[in-house]
T-cell receptor, first 115, second 113 residues
Framework: DAGITQSPRHKVTETGTPVTLRCHQT?????MYWYRQDPGHGLRLIHY???????DKGEVSDGYSVSRSKTEDFLLTLESATSSQTSVYFC??????????????FGPGTRLTVL | GENVEQHPSTLSVQEGDSAVIKCTYS??????FPWYKQELGKGPQLIID?????GEKKDQRIAVTLNKTAKHFSLHITETQPEDSAVYFC????????????FGKGTHLIIQP
């Protein structure tokens, strides 16, 4: 599991409330990613980070923000949750970014339900 | 940006037979193509990958082939076993994947006893 943990593993919340999901890694990897998985869509990239305080947007970043104040933690925040953000969220790391690398390893996921 | 199409969405095979899952990609700059297996309630697990300078790669019962000209790559599983039942995803990226992977929509592989 590449030393990745996600918390919480399950969460039910109401529309309009803020939600923060945490990804924690123990192996000091520089690159971290947040994906969401929905039926019929596969996994889609939300945001990624290439170092402390260095982040960038992915394909489906609207409605999400991220922060990375420490190498080991990458936080995903839904400022005001909507029902369309009901999904399973996966964190991932890359062990060797760049040419010749690219392998990504995923955490166990967080199932978020927005009522 | 990159677009990855994956077929079929569901594949049912008899135990012991072979299974083939196909993906096409749109960005000619893509150079890394991983395959993931996902079991119910778990995160995707990397099972095999291939880079653009290689045409085929094998690891025991699984193999991946890449046709750069046609922009398609395939996963081949031989001598299928019940534990091969899962959802399989292909993905593509350029530049070593530092800015993330683009995934296909997945194939649900069912191994019939």
């Amino acid at each position: 599991d590449a030393g990745i943990t996600q918390s919480p593993r399950h969460k039910v919340t109401e529309t309009g409330t803020p939600v923060t999901l945490r990804c924690h890694q123990t192996e000091n990897h520089r690159y971290m990613y947040w994906y969401r998985q929905d039926p019929g869509h596969g996994l889609r990239l939300i945001h990624y980070s290439y170092g402390v305080k260095d982040t960038d947007k992915g394909e489906v970043s609207d409605g999400y923000s991220v922060s990375r104040s420490k190498t080991e933690d990458f936080l995903l925040t839904l400022e005001s949750a909507t029902s369309s953000q009901t999904s399973v969220y996966f964190c991932a790391i890359t062990t060797r970014p760049g040419t010749g690398g690219g392998e990504q390893f995923f955490g166990p996921g967080t199932r978020l339900t927005v009522l | 940006g990159e677009n990855v199409e994956q077929h079929p969405s569901t594949l049912s095979v008899q135990e012991g037979d072979s299974a083939v899952i196909k993906c096409t990609y749109s960005d000619s700059a893509s150079n890394y193509f991983p395959w993931y297996k996902q079991e119910l309630g778990k995160g995707p697990q990397l099972i095999i990958d291939i880079r653009s300078n290689v045409g085929e790669k094998k690891d025991q019962r699984i193999a991946v082939t890449l046709n750069k000209t046609a922009k398609h790559f395939s996963l081949h599983i031989t001598e299928t076993q019940p534990e091969d039942s899962a959802v399989y995803f292909c993905a593509a990226t350029s530049g070593g994947g530092a800015d993330g992977l683009t995934f296909g929509k997945g194939t649900h592989l069912i191994i019939q006893p």
